[in-house]
């Protein structure tokens, strides 16, 4: 946890009120504060430097306003953490906010226990943004053309049975949970084989229907079926001379499969509708995440095709079963997502590094890819911090505010006191309102802030409904 006595705050707002009730809350909990009471002023003030650990800037203020004044900021200092203020929670307020690198936007009036929390999120990013500042990268991508980052042992298998396999072309069969990188697999068997400035084709035999897949492979003539109005060539015939890679074969009909057997036997195909028969000189690679010998014992896989399919296997291993590869993956996303200028994240803290050597990535290479390029989008400096992550995996869901994670029982009940106090002397000095309502006000924001804002409990401590509660707060 980030030291909050040595931690900096700037306010920037045209509303002395506004600065005076933050700058109490925020001392009070050991934060340093400082003032800007303009847009212009409060950018001069970063820029002279030193910058703070955060800044709450208002958005709507006469001149420079909140928007304009957090592109100043930012591009002066990029890694700068700015929450902005605003009395209007509209949706294009959100969105400009997130757009231009806020860290996150707070609504007036404020609850003084979401303005620490809030405080308290921000500089813990601040810290750990500092802590991330010497993490080197792991790899240089241009060692991982293939695509495929690992060096553990069993990687290491992978790699030399793929070697192996490119001086012939024998037919290969890929095996792995998905997200495993199975498509990669057959990519690099291309790439490095005889056929390398012949046709690559993919096919994923589970996205096409029953229906469409022969025609799709083999091609059709004219008037062979509804809609088939002109003759068509398929993926084999296209493929002449290169590698066609059959993703998820298990998925195949068996109508197909027999199809299959016979361009792998003889190297002829032919087109639906058609009689002629065309020779075909294609490699073939295919790849399964279901259990074929299961598959062929129940005879919903033809048991010849399985054996001509599988003269070679590589089986990919699940991300689970080698995780010191994480750090390595992790760097190769990262440098190829700032090489196509997507994000302007090149690091990850070592606490983000740590949940990911413990997950157990069911989606594999597939999901932690997901993962960190949704994390690098969310990142407001350039590095990856567990405040970033999906909340599957620990990280804050954007917007949300926990409970105030210092001193959370005595202290927020102090502050509330102190705060239903500053509200009553305000109400009552002006000496036309009810006295009762603004006792009952000043009594509801001392017992909601006292629990961190529940609401539920706050209303049963009470004795109100929750509607009565938020109409009593106004």
Same mark, same amino acid.
């Not at 400096?381 to 917007?399: C, M, N, Q, S, Y």
């Not at 002397?425 to 000043?442: F, H, M, T, Y």
């Given at each position: 946890m980030a030291d909050t006595k040595s931690s900096s705050i700037l306010l920037i707002d045209d509303d002395a009120e506004v600065r005076y009730s933050l700058a109490r809350v925020l001392t009070t909990q050991g934060y340093t504060v400082s003032e800007a009471g303009s847009g212009e002023a409060g950018v001069a003030a970063v820029k002279k430097g030193p910058a703070p650990d955060l800044i709450f800037l208002d958005i709507r203020m006469g001149g420079m306003g909140g928007i304009e004044a957090l592109q100043h900021i930012r591009s002066s200092n990029p890694k700068q953490l700015v929450i902005l203020m605003t009395a209007f929670g509209t949706a294009q307020t959100a969105i400009e906010a997130m757009k231009y690198g806020a860290f996150d936007y707070i609504m007036k009036p404020f609850d003084p226990a979401k303005v620490l929390a809030l405080a308290a999120r921000g500089i813990q990013a601040h810290a750990d943004m500092r802590a991330v500042g010497d993490y080197q990268p792991t790899v240089n991508p241009d060692d991982y053309r293939e695509g495929i980052v690992g060096s553990a042992p069993v990687m290491q298998d992978v790699f030399k049975i793929i070697g192996q396999v490119t001086a012939s072309d024998v037919t290969v069969m890929i095996t792995g949970e998905s997200g495993t990188g199975k498509e990669l697999v057959a990519r690099s068997i291309w790439k490095h084989s005889h056929r390398a400035n012949k046709p690559f084709i993919a096919v994923n035999c589970a996205a096409i229907p029953d229906n469409l897949i022969e025609s799709e492979l083999f091609g059709h003539e004219k008037g062979s079926f509804t809609g088939a109005t002109v003759q068509r060539s398929g993926k084999f015939e296209l493929c002449d001379g290169g590698t066609i890679f059959l993703d998820?074969? $298990? *998925?195949?009909?068996?109508? &197909?499969?027999?199809?299959?057997?016979?361009?792998?036997?003889?190297?002829? /195909?032919?087109?639906?509708?058609?009689?002629?028969?065309?020779?075909? =000189?294609?490699?073939?690679? @295919?790849?399964?995440?279901? =259990? +074929?010998?299961?598959?062929?014992? @129940?005879?919903?896989?033809?048991? =010849?095709?399985?054996?001509? +399919?599988?003269?070679?296997?590589?089986?990919?291993?699940?991300?689970? !079963?080698?995780? &010191? !590869? /994480?750090?390595?993956?992790? *760097?190769?996303?990262?440098?190829?997502?700032?090489?196509?200028?997507?994000?302007?994240?090149?690091?990850?803290?070592?606490?983000?590094?740590? /949940?990911? @050597?413990?997950?157990?990535?069911?989606?594999?290479?597939?999901?932690?890819?997901?993962?960190i390029y949704r994390s690098a989008v969310i990142a407001q400096? *350039?590095?990856? #911090?567990?405040? *970033?992550?999906? @909340?599957? #995996?620990?990280?804050?869901?954007? $917007?949300a505010t926990p409970p105030i994670p210092v001193n959370s029982g005595v202290m927020s009940t102090a502050l509330t006191v102190e705060t239903a106090l500053d509200y009553l002397?305000?109400?009552?000095?002006? $000496? =036309?309102?009810?006295? #009762?309502?603004?006792?009952?006000? $000043?009594l509801a924001i001392r017992t909601l802030a006292a629990l961190d804002g529940n609401e539920a409990a706050a209303a049963k401590q009470l004795g109100l409904t929750k509607s009565a509660l938020k109409k009593l707060l106004g």
């Open positions: 998820e074969i $298990g *998925d195949m009909a068996l109508a &197909t499969q027999t199809k299959i057997l016979r361009v792998l036997q003889q190297g002829e /195909i032919q087109r639906v509708g058609g009689t002629g028969i065309l020779k075909v =000189d294609v490699r073939i690679l @295919a790849a399964t995440n279901k =259990d +074929l010998e299961a598959m062929v014992k @129940a005879k919903t896989f033809r048991e =010849d095709l399985y054996y001509r +399919l599988n003269v070679v296997r590589i089986k990919m291993p699940p991300l689970r !079963d080698r995780p &010191t !590869d /994480i750090p390595q993956i992790v *760097d190769f996303c990262l440098q190829n997502l700032a090489k196509d200028k997507k994000t302007r994240v090149t690091k990850v803290s070592p606490e983000v590094l740590g /949940i990911f @050597a413990k997950h157990n990535w069911p989606g594999n290479v597939r999901e932690l890819e997901n993962v400096g *350039d590095a990856i #911090l567990v405040k *970033d992550l999906p @909340a599957e #995996l620990g990280g804050t869901i954007l $917007g002397q305000r109400e009552l000095s002006a $000496g =036309d309102k009810p006295i #009762l309502p603004i006792i009952q006000k $000043g």
